[in-house]
Protein backbone atom coordinates (compact mmCIF):
# COMPACT_ATOMS: atom_id res chain seq x y z
CA UNK A 1 0.00 0.00 0.00
CA UNK A 2 0.72 3.68 -0.41
CA UNK A 3 3.16 4.94 2.10
CA UNK A 4 1.67 8.54 4.16
CA UNK A 5 5.38 9.32 5.77
CA UNK A 6 7.34 9.04 2.80
CA UNK A 7 9.50 12.27 3.51
CA UNK A 8 8.22 12.77 7.40
CA UNK A 9 11.36 12.21 10.08
CA UNK A 10 11.05 8.89 11.46
CA UNK A 11 11.55 7.86 15.49
CA UNK A 12 12.91 4.24 15.37
CA UNK A 13 11.89 2.20 19.09
CA UNK A 14 12.63 -1.44 20.19
CA UNK A 15 9.34 -3.40 20.79
CA UNK A 16 8.40 -2.40 24.22
CA UNK A 17 9.88 0.73 24.78
CA UNK A 18 8.32 3.73 25.68
CA UNK A 19 8.12 6.07 22.35
CA UNK A 20 7.80 10.08 22.22
CA UNK A 21 6.15 12.24 18.87
CA UNK A 22 7.36 15.86 19.65
CA UNK A 23 5.21 19.36 18.14
CA UNK A 24 6.04 22.49 17.92
CA UNK A 25 2.56 24.21 17.50
CA UNK A 26 2.27 27.77 15.36
CA UNK A 27 -0.92 29.38 16.97
CA UNK A 28 -0.56 30.52 20.47
CA UNK A 29 -3.88 31.08 20.55
CA UNK A 30 -4.70 27.36 19.99
CA UNK A 31 -6.86 26.43 23.47
CA UNK A 32 -7.77 22.84 21.83
CA UNK A 33 -4.88 20.03 20.25
CA UNK A 34 -5.20 16.83 19.27
CA UNK A 35 -3.25 13.65 18.17
CA UNK A 36 -4.22 11.31 15.34
CA UNK A 37 -2.34 8.28 14.39
CA UNK A 38 -2.30 7.23 10.47
CA UNK A 39 -2.17 4.14 8.79
CA UNK A 40 -1.09 3.78 5.27
CA UNK A 41 -4.63 3.70 3.12
CA UNK A 42 -6.46 4.87 6.14
CA UNK A 43 -7.69 8.06 7.64
CA UNK A 44 -6.26 9.69 10.58
CA UNK A 45 -7.85 8.04 13.58
CA UNK A 46 -8.64 9.90 16.88
CA UNK A 47 -5.86 9.09 19.77
CA UNK A 48 -6.29 11.41 22.51
CA UNK A 49 -6.89 15.22 23.01
CA UNK A 50 -6.56 17.66 25.27
CA UNK A 51 -7.69 21.60 25.83
CA UNK A 52 -5.33 24.72 26.88
CA UNK A 53 -6.34 24.21 30.73
CA UNK A 54 -4.75 21.53 31.09
CA UNK A 55 -1.29 20.24 31.08
CA UNK A 56 -1.46 16.64 30.55
CA UNK A 57 -3.67 13.87 30.22
CA UNK A 58 -4.14 10.41 30.11
CA UNK A 59 -5.66 7.41 28.10
CA UNK A 60 -4.88 3.89 27.45
CA UNK A 61 -0.81 3.58 27.30
CA UNK A 62 -0.72 7.25 25.73
CA UNK A 63 -0.18 10.76 27.78
CA UNK A 64 0.12 14.09 25.98
CA UNK A 65 2.18 16.65 27.40
CA UNK A 66 1.45 20.09 26.46
CA UNK A 67 3.57 23.36 27.15
CA UNK A 68 2.32 26.41 26.47
CA UNK A 69 4.88 28.41 26.87
CA UNK A 70 7.27 27.25 24.37
CA UNK A 71 4.17 26.03 22.46
CA UNK A 72 5.38 21.74 22.44
CA UNK A 73 2.93 18.93 22.34
CA UNK A 74 4.35 15.61 22.87
CA UNK A 75 2.76 12.19 22.61
CA UNK A 76 3.78 9.22 25.30
CA UNK A 77 3.25 5.53 24.33
CA UNK A 78 3.96 3.23 26.80
CA UNK A 79 5.18 -0.28 25.72
CA UNK A 80 5.30 0.31 22.80
CA UNK A 81 4.24 -2.43 19.79
CA UNK A 82 4.36 -3.64 16.07
CA UNK A 83 0.46 -2.11 15.77
CA UNK A 84 1.97 1.07 16.89
CA UNK A 85 3.39 1.89 13.85
CA UNK A 86 2.15 4.56 12.11
CA UNK A 87 2.65 8.40 10.87
CA UNK A 88 1.64 10.51 13.84
CA UNK A 89 0.21 13.86 13.60
CA UNK A 90 -0.52 16.73 15.91
CA UNK A 91 -3.15 19.01 15.55
CA UNK A 92 -4.58 22.25 16.56
CA UNK A 93 -7.59 24.30 16.96
CA UNK A 94 -8.28 28.19 17.76
CA UNK A 95 -11.36 30.31 18.68
CA UNK A 96 -9.84 33.08 16.83
CA UNK A 97 -9.36 31.26 13.42
CA UNK A 98 -12.71 29.79 13.35
CA UNK A 99 -11.81 26.08 14.83
CA UNK A 100 -10.18 24.90 11.33
CA UNK A 101 -8.06 21.86 12.59
CA UNK A 102 -4.89 22.83 11.62
CA UNK A 103 -2.07 20.38 10.97
CA UNK A 104 1.44 19.38 11.80
CA UNK A 105 3.93 18.11 9.63
CA UNK A 106 3.72 14.53 11.11
CA UNK A 107 6.30 11.68 12.54
CA UNK A 108 7.07 8.31 11.30
CA UNK A 109 6.93 5.89 14.37
CA UNK A 110 8.64 2.74 13.17
CA UNK A 111 8.70 -0.18 15.85
CA UNK A 112 11.25 -2.95 15.81
CA UNK A 113 10.18 -6.57 16.50
CA UNK B 1 -21.67 4.09 15.98
CA UNK B 2 -21.31 4.17 12.09
CA UNK B 3 -18.15 6.14 11.32
CA UNK B 4 -17.56 8.70 8.04
CA UNK B 5 -18.61 6.82 4.79
CA UNK B 6 -16.86 8.00 1.58
CA UNK B 7 -16.99 7.30 -2.06
CA UNK B 8 -15.69 6.27 -4.19
CA UNK B 9 -12.19 5.04 -2.43
CA UNK B 10 -10.39 4.99 -5.31
CA UNK B 11 -10.66 7.47 -8.48
CA UNK B 12 -8.33 7.59 -11.82
CA UNK B 13 -9.06 10.43 -14.39
CA UNK B 14 -7.56 12.73 -17.15
CA UNK B 15 -6.50 15.95 -16.53
CA UNK B 16 -9.00 18.63 -17.38
CA UNK B 17 -11.62 16.01 -16.95
CA UNK B 18 -14.43 16.24 -13.60
CA UNK B 19 -14.64 14.49 -10.92
CA UNK B 20 -17.24 14.51 -7.77
CA UNK B 21 -16.47 13.01 -3.95
CA UNK B 22 -19.55 12.22 -1.53
CA UNK B 23 -19.17 11.96 1.70
CA UNK B 24 -21.49 11.06 4.58
CA UNK B 25 -20.99 12.27 8.28
CA UNK B 26 -21.34 10.67 11.53
CA UNK B 27 -25.20 10.91 12.76
CA UNK B 28 -25.52 14.20 14.43
CA UNK B 29 -22.40 15.83 13.56
CA UNK B 30 -23.30 19.33 12.68
CA UNK B 31 -19.25 20.27 11.54
CA UNK B 32 -18.06 18.66 8.40
CA UNK B 33 -14.77 19.31 6.89
CA UNK B 34 -13.07 18.17 3.59
CA UNK B 35 -9.46 18.13 3.80
CA UNK B 36 -6.49 17.55 0.91
CA UNK B 37 -4.18 15.27 1.46
CA UNK B 38 -0.88 15.35 -0.80
CA UNK B 39 1.81 12.19 -0.34
CA UNK B 40 4.18 12.68 2.59
CA UNK B 41 2.68 15.75 3.94
CA UNK B 42 -0.56 16.08 6.70
CA UNK B 43 -3.90 17.02 5.98
CA UNK B 44 -4.76 20.42 4.68
CA UNK B 45 -8.20 22.04 5.19
CA UNK B 46 -10.13 23.11 1.94
CA UNK B 47 -13.75 23.66 3.65
CA UNK B 48 -15.57 23.90 6.60
CA UNK B 49 -19.34 23.65 6.98
CA UNK B 50 -21.61 24.09 10.03
CA UNK B 51 -24.92 22.61 9.31
CA UNK B 52 -25.40 23.71 5.84
CA UNK B 53 -23.39 26.86 6.06
CA UNK B 54 -19.57 27.64 4.84
CA UNK B 55 -17.46 28.60 7.92
CA UNK B 56 -14.06 28.47 6.43
CA UNK B 57 -13.11 28.12 2.56
CA UNK B 58 -9.88 30.60 2.40
CA UNK B 59 -7.58 27.18 1.25
CA UNK B 60 -10.29 26.09 -1.48
CA UNK B 61 -9.07 26.31 -5.29
CA UNK B 62 -12.13 28.10 -5.98
CA UNK B 63 -11.94 28.74 -9.70
CA UNK B 64 -11.75 24.68 -9.90
CA UNK B 65 -13.28 23.25 -6.54
CA UNK B 66 -16.31 23.78 -5.21
CA UNK B 67 -18.64 21.92 -2.28
CA UNK B 68 -21.64 21.86 -0.86
CA UNK B 69 -24.12 20.42 1.89
CA UNK B 70 -27.29 21.20 0.82
CA UNK B 71 -29.20 19.45 3.77
CA UNK B 72 -26.85 19.75 6.06
CA UNK B 73 -26.08 16.11 6.23
CA UNK B 74 -24.15 14.52 2.90
CA UNK B 75 -21.78 16.63 0.97
CA UNK B 76 -20.22 16.47 -2.32
CA UNK B 77 -16.60 17.76 -3.69
CA UNK B 78 -16.39 18.51 -6.79
CA UNK B 79 -13.17 19.81 -9.09
CA UNK B 80 -13.70 20.75 -12.79
CA UNK B 81 -11.18 20.69 -14.70
CA UNK B 82 -8.93 18.27 -12.63
CA UNK B 83 -4.97 18.79 -13.14
CA UNK B 84 -2.02 16.63 -12.26
CA UNK B 85 -1.48 18.21 -8.94
CA UNK B 86 -4.79 17.36 -7.74
CA UNK B 87 -3.12 14.00 -7.14
CA UNK B 88 -3.94 13.50 -3.75
CA UNK B 89 -6.34 11.81 -0.61
CA UNK B 90 -9.09 13.61 -0.16
CA UNK B 91 -10.21 13.08 3.35
CA UNK B 92 -13.61 13.90 5.04
CA UNK B 93 -14.38 14.26 8.83
CA UNK B 94 -16.72 15.78 10.86
CA UNK B 95 -17.48 16.91 14.74
CA UNK B 96 -20.13 17.51 16.96
CA UNK B 97 -19.22 21.04 16.41
CA UNK B 98 -17.00 23.10 15.70
CA UNK B 99 -14.95 23.17 19.07
CA UNK B 100 -14.93 19.19 19.19
CA UNK B 101 -12.55 16.57 17.37
CA UNK B 102 -12.82 15.16 13.63
CA UNK B 103 -13.14 12.13 13.28
CA UNK B 104 -12.51 10.88 9.72
CA UNK B 105 -13.43 8.43 6.60
CA UNK B 106 -10.78 6.24 4.93
CA UNK B 107 -10.48 8.78 2.25
CA UNK B 108 -10.78 9.16 -1.52
CA UNK B 109 -7.70 8.62 -3.20
CA UNK B 110 -7.53 10.22 -6.83
CA UNK B 111 -4.91 10.15 -9.42
CA UNK B 112 -5.45 12.77 -12.56
CA UNK B 113 -2.88 11.66 -15.22
Known amino acids: GESVGLHLPTLSVQEGDNSIINCAYSNSASDYFIWYKQESGKGPQFIID?????DKRQGQRVTVLLNKTVKHLSLQIAATQPGDSAVYFC????????????FGSGTRLLVRP | EAGVAQSPRYKIIEKRQSVAFWCNPISGHATLYWYQQILGQGPKLLIQ????????DSQLPKDRFSAERLKGVDSTLKIQPAKLEDSAVYLCASSLGTSGAPYFGPGTRLLVL
Open chain 1, 50 to 54: IRSNM
Open chain 1, 91 to 102: AEKSMDSSYKLI
Open chain 2, 49 to 56: FQNNGVVD
